[in-house]
Every structure is written in structure tokens, then in C-alpha cells.
């Protein structure tokens, strides 16, 4: 196990006694899944929870909890980046300044709420996004004490970690474009080009968008990270050693958890049915998350390309998956060429699909979910990252797990099939299906009893529990 502070303490309590735990994640898709699944383990340990949620992208309440909105009535319509060149990290720093506010009216009131409920006693902390140092500083002002809750890889906090030295050494923001293929040394395997998150963020928003995160870490009482221990050791040191506050790596979270997530869409579940009739390992699943879209002409490639590959696929198209005409244009031919061996659904019960025996290959943006899910299930991938962490994701799923590539240049048909070949037929797809169920079987064994992730769990619920009115 990796050297932390979080392991020093003494062996965890079992249950959470009657102690309440608050919780604030993003409103995305892929914040809220993590941070609904480490409630859902706080909760069977005995915690009770509140959820605190922005009004808009409100996920569905869960039976036994608090949910309470933050922020209704505030103007959202920028609050939401669309597309995969949207200003993700602008986005982020107004959903603090909007949302500061009303959250610490809100929190002021759970805590008065809790004292009347629980005779005296205070929540026992505030787990937060680490997105949402805004509300941090609140919960500081109001005596709260937090944990923070990385829903990304710890790669990609290490290497935000790194982000101020890069600027400091004139690396960034680059100069021109020759330098983008540069390779980072102090941060292999990664390159320059995998650090500009977005093209439409100036340099001093992500400046001060990855300041925030790294403070928020650096300011909580411990942070929680969705990864596991034989999967990210040396990033996981690196942040240990960088924030100075115990680091619990209890992931994969959706495996110690009793699968809960807040679909923002309703998944299709048909779609179970019809590889129930695949054969093993047969079909690639095409997803780009929740967030990342393509334009008409890439859909139009992409539908070629697997068409051509002749291979059985499941390809989720979201309603707002493409970019600029608000609607879906499948090519003319499409559906009469891939007929029974191929489906589209606007979502997919997407880690049931991941474990299905029929999936042989994912097409992912590589968020860090779909990453680590991939993963998790023993599923090679394609990675066709599209922005904010998704480069590093897949840097590493190529040149560090080696258990995908990257499909790049432009998107066409005739790139996009020899990919899917190789995955599916070639001998280094092989191989990197070995590899993937090598890691498969490491991420059962952490969530075991005595594995990394579970001993992680058991520490994190004793420094919870470790004071009576604060950790
Ligand atoms: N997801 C899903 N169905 C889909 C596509 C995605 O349930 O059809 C889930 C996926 O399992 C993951 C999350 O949505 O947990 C997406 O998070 P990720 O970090 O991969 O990407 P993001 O949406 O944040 O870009």
C-alpha cells in the first residue's frame, strides 16, 4: 500500500452510528454517479445523508435521504457547457460564485435542523466535489469541516498538481503549435498537448479553475479518490506527498456500492436484450459520455466506419450528441446495412453493458467513469478523448495499462474500421484484452476484504467518525 497518513490511524469502527453526512456533488452526469455511490456506502454503513444539489440537473431523490436544492430560480443557461469545445472550466468557476450564496443560507439551516433533530450534535462533515471550493469556503465560515470528493483519475490530479510549474517554466500556455507533441518529464506519459483541457478556455480561467481543485484538496480534512491502489500507485503517492491531508483511494465506487447512480437521461434497456443474442466478445460499445458531442460529418464517418467493420455494435447517439442541428442524422443506408447487427440508443444502462459477456471492445471519450468502468469489466478500448482530463485518460490507457489506443487524426470511415479491426482481430487487440482482464482482476481484489480499497473504506468511515463535533 501506498505511504499515507490516512493508514496510520487506528482499525475503523463498523458503523457510522447516527452521525449525518452532507454531500454536495457537481451537477454532471459523471460527478453525481460517484458522489451518489459513496453515499449509497456511507448510508449502508450507517450514516445518515443529505444531498445538496444544484437546482438545475437535479438528480432523482433516493429513498431514506435529504435532498436539498441549492440555488433555485439562479439564471443556469451558462452554467451547462455544451459540446466538446465548450468552456467546461468557465462553467465551473460561476457555479461557485452563483451558487455560494445560496448554499451557505442552506447549509446554515441543515446544521440548525440537525442540532434540533440529534439533540446538539453536528453533521459530522461535508463531502464535496472537489470542483466546489466556493462551497468550502462556506462550510469553513460556518465551522463544517470537509472532505473532498476527486470523481477524476488520480493521473489527472497529479497532473494538475503539476499545472502551476508548467506555467512557471514557460511550457504554458504554449507558444505555438510545434511544441503540443512535446513530452512532459516530469509527468510521463503525458505530453503538452494533453494539458490544454479546452480550446475555448483563456489560460488565466484554467489557471485559477485548477488553483481552486488543488486548494480545495490541500484545505479539506482528507480526500476521497475514485481510483484504486494497483491500478494509479504513483499518482496516488504524488498526491499524497503534494496535499498533506490523508488520501483514501477507495475506487472503483461503483463496485462497493449497491450500483446506485442518478441517470440525468432514462437508459434503454432493451439494449440488454438484444446482446443477450451476441456472441462473446463480439460487439463494441460506442459512448462519448455525458458532456462530448461530434459533428454531422463525424457522425456520418463513425456510421460508415462501423458499418464497413462488419462487426456486431451498440452505439449510444445522446439527443444532443451532435453538434450545431439539434438532431440526429443517420446517413441514408445505415440502417438497412447494419440491420441486426447493430443498435443505437439515446442512453445505455452503461455498466451493464460494460459487464456484459457479449461486449469485446468499448469506443469511449475516455471521462474518467467510462475509463475506469472500462476497466473494472476487463473491456479493451478505443479512445477518442475530447476534452478537459479525457487526453490524460487515455494517454494512460494507452502507454501505462496499455489496454486500448487512441484512434487519432481526423475521423473517417476508412481510419475508424482498420481501429475496430485491430481491436477485434488483430494480435495487439489480443493483448490488450489479456491486460485488460489482468486489471479486471485487480479491481475485484482491492474491494475485497484485506484489499486496498476496502481497508481505505474502513479508515475513511473511522476519520468520519474520529471527533464528536468535527474530523
Ligand atoms: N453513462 C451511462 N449511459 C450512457 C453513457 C454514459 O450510464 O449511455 C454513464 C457512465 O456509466 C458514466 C457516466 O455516465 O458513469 C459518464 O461519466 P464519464 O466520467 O465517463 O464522462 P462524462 O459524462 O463526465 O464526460
Known amino acids: 500500500m501506498v505511504a499515507n497518513a490516512a493508514a496510520e490511524k487506528a482499525p475503523a469502527p463498523a458503523s457510522g452510528g447516527t452521525r449525518r453526512v452532507l454531500l454536495f456533488p457537481l451537477p454532471f452526469q459523471g460527478h453525481l454517479n460517484p458522489m451518489l455511490q459513496l453515499a449509497d456506502v456511507l448510508h449502508a454503513r450507517g450514516f445518515h ?45 460561476r457555479i461557485n460564485e452563483r451558487l455560494q450564496g445560496a448554499f451557505q443560507d442552506c447549509l446554515r439551516e441543515e446544521v440548525l435542523l440537525e442540532e434540533e433533530e440529534e439533540e446538539g450534535a453536528r453533521p459530522a462533515c461535508l463531502v464535496l466535489d472537489s470542483n466546489l471550493r466556493g462551497m468550502q469556503v462556506v462550510a469553513g465560515r460556518l465551522g463544517v469541516p470537509t472532505l473532498v470528493l476527486r470523481t477524476g483519475g488520480a493521473a489527472c490530479l497529479a497532473a494538475y498538481m503539476a499545472f502551476p510549474a508548467l506555467c512557471d517554466k514557460g511550457l504554458l500556455p504554449p ?28 489560460h488565466e480561467t484554467m489557471t485559477t479553475c485548477l488553483e481552486r481543485i488543488v486548494e ?38 461503483y463496485k462497493i456500492s ?21 456472441e462473446a466478445e463480439s460487439v463494441l460499445f460506442v459512448s462519448l459520455g455525458s458532456l462530448a458531442s461530434m459533428g454531422q460529418e463525424e457522425l456520418v464517418e463513425t456510421a460508415w466506419g462501423l458499418a464497413n467493420s462488419r462487426l456486431p455494435f451498440l452505439w449510444v447517439i445522446r439527443p444532443d450528441a451532435v453538434q450545431g442541428s439539434g438532431k440526429v442524422g443517420l446517413p441514408d443506408g445505415f440502417e438497412e446495412e447494419t440491420r441486426g447487427r447493430g443498435m443505437v440508443v439515446n442512453w445505455a444502462p452503461q455498466q451493464d453493458v460494460l459487464g456484459h459477456q457479449a461486449v469485446g471492445g468499448f469506443w469511449t471519450h475516455n471521462g474518467w467513469n467510462s475509463t475506469l468502468e472500462s476497466i473494472c469489466e476487463g473491456v479493451p478500448m478505443i479512445c477518442r478523448p475530447h476534452f478537459a482530463d479525457q487526453m490524460i485518460n487515455a494517454r494512460y490507457v494507452e502507454q501505462v495499462w496499455k489496454v486500448g489506443f487512441e484512434l487519432e487524426g481526423k475521423l473517417e470511415r476508412g481510419n475508424i474500421e482498420r481501429g475496430i479491426i485491430k481491436l477485434f482481430r488483430g494480435e495487439e487487440g ?6 485488460a482482464n489482468d486489471l479486471k482482476d485487480k479491481a475485484t481484489l482491492c474491494i475485497k476484504k484485506g484489499g486496498s480499497s476496502q481497508t481505505m473504506v474502513d479508515l475513511l468511515i473511522n476519520r468520519i467518525m474520529s471527533s464528536p463535533s468535527s474530523i
Open 430 to 435: 489480443g493483448e490488450m484484452r489479456r491486460r
Open 216 to 253: 480545495s484538496a490541500k484545505c479539506s480534512s482528507g480526500v476521497i479518490l475514485n481510483t484504486f491502489t494497483d491500478l494509479e500507485d504513483v499518482d496516488i503517492q504524488k498526491i499524497i506527498d503534494g496535499v498533506g491531508v490523508p488520501v483514501y483511494a477507495i475506487g472503483p465506487l
Open 49 to 93: 445523508i443529505t444531498v445538496f444539489h444544484a437546482a438545475f440537473n437535479a438528480p432523482d431523490p433516493v429513498a431514506g435521504y435529504r435532498f436539498v436544492p441549492v440555488g433555485a430560480g439562479v439564471p443556469a443557461a451558462d452554467l451547462v457547457p455544451t459540446g466538446s469545445d465548450g468552456d467546461f472550466a468557465g462553467a465551473l468557476l
Open 258 to 278: 449497491s450500483g446506485a447512480q442518478s441517470s440525468l437521461l432514462s437508459p434503454d434497456k432493451t439494449c440488454l436484450d438484444w446482446l443477450d443474442k451476441q
Open 175 to 202: 507558444k505555438d503549435h510545434s511544441q503540443l507533441n512535446m513530452p512532459l518529464d516530469d509527468l510521463p506519459p503525458l505530453r503538452l498537448q494533453d494539458m490544454i483541457f479546452s480550446t475555448t478556455t483563456p
